[in-house]
């Protein structure tokens, strides 16, 4: 009688243990994905630019980056810093570059009568 008690409460530890431990797992996976954020990634083997849901994910150094799985398959990553190759691949970007180099051009610049119509305010 007593061994079956104490054979039973041993049982129980045992699985409250199995338990605390499965619990704790999850909760380091979830701190894996530290992210989910609306993100434009480029396809090199595409060679397009998309728009997806990118989970973030930290590294050393608490580097941070996006990743999304294109169309054909590729897996394509974001990083957030400026040495990211998205930030010279992408021709979205690039064409907003070229525009706001055109908003900001003086007078005296040789294509300001070509944007302007010749109106020089000076
Ligand atoms: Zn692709």
Redesign the pocket.
């Known amino acids: 009688m007593l061994k079956e008690k104490r054979l039973e409460k041993y049982i129980e530890r045992r699985i409250d243990e199995r338990d605390r431990m499965k619990r704790r797992e999850k909760a380091e996976k979830v701190e894996l994905i530290v992210d989910r954020k609306q993100v434009d990634f480029w396809?090199k083997?595409?060679k397009r630019e998309y728009r997806s849901i990118g989970r973030s994910r930290k590294g050393i150094n608490n580097t941070q980056w996006y990743v999304s799985r294109?169309?054909?398959g590729?897996y394509n990553i974001r990083r957030m810093y400026s040495t990211d190759p998205y930030l010279y691949l992408s021709k979205m970007l690039r064409r907003e570059r070229v525009n706001s180099y055109y908003d900001t051009i003086d007078p005296t610049h040789e294509m300001f009568d070509i944007f302007y119509g010749g109106e020089k305010r000076l």
């Open positions: 396809c083997t595409c294109c169309v054909c590729k």
